[in-house]
């Protein structure tokens, strides 16, 4: 069974750097697929960050590209999300999923406050 | 980038009655290989999303047959055959034909 999580701070600082992770577990992130980054503001709808493929190619949701940097640790079956610069309207909760989206983690809820 | 919209973008509805929810892309979503990246999810209050349907019309597994996707093009369609409680919360299209990503608004599914 493929299962996902998320995980790292809750709380970032304005112009700091949020970093995430996601573990991956039943599957290796190496074999097949994408493997991608959503979020969701307070009372908002889905927005698509970016995705990583498993060769390591990267493609980024032109709004936040310039900010944004998504990476592979094979070694732990992980993926990772940087978005720098950060500020209040970076505030959401934070998915990662699979391929076309066909499995989702939980979520984990990321606050920009000083 | 290619916009999803998303009609109604709330629906009341009477438990066991049908629902319909309208999905319209700014731009074709047929991709290269023939195939259209056309997918619905279901997020329901507090939890993460999951995907119900995906190009269009493909049940996802475990989800209930009374869930049908349909269209084509522009213009897709997600069916309800008739809602149970469990149906309630905000339902999103996606295109995954054209880079960057994009989802619809969200069409909010209540009871009445």
Redo the contacts between chains.
């Keep these: 069974q493929v299962q996902l999580q998320e995980s790292g701070p809750g709380l970032v600082k304005p112009s700091e750097t949020l970093s995430l992770t996601c573990t991956v577990s039943g599957y290796s992130i190496t074999s097949r697929y994408y493997w991608g980054w ?1 979020r969701q503001p307070p009372g908002k ?4 960050i970016g ?1 990583i493929y498993h060769s390591g190619s990267t ?5 936040l590209k310039s900010r944004v940097s998504i990476s592979m640790d094979t070694s732990k079956n992980q993926f990772s999300l940087r978005l720098t610069s950060v500020t209040a309207a970076d505030t959401a909760v934070y ?1 990662c999923a699979r391929d ?3 499995i ?4 984990t809820m990321v606050t920009v406050s000083s | ?1 290619v916009v999803m919209t998303q009609s109604p973008l709330s629906l009341p509805v009477t438990l066991g009655q049908p629902a319909s929810i309208s999905c319209r892309s700014s731009q074709s979503l047929v991709y290269s290989d023939g195939y259209t ?1 056309l ?1 619905w ?1 279901q997020q329901r209050p507090g939890q ?4 119900l349907i ?1 190009k269009v019309s493909n049940r ?1 597994s475990g989800v209930p047959d009374r869930f049908s996707g349909s269209g084509s093009g522009t213009d897709f369609t997600l069916k309800i055959s008739r809602v149970e409680a469990e149906d309630v919360g905000v339902y ?1 299209c ?1 295109q ?1 034909t054209h ?8 069409t909010k599914v209540e009871i009445k």
């Excluded at chain 1, 989702?104 to 979520?107: A, C, E, L, N, T």
């Excluded at chain 2, 993460?48 to 995907?51: A, D, E, F, K």
């Excluded at chain 2, 880079?99 to 969200?106: A, K, L, N, S, V």
């Design positions: 959503i709808g889905l927005e698509w995705s493609y980024y949701n032109p709004s998915y076309a989206f066909d989702w983690g939980q979520g | 980038d990246y997918n999810f993460s999303p999951r995907r995906y996802d999103y996606m995954g880079w960057p990503w994009t989802f619809g608004q969200g």
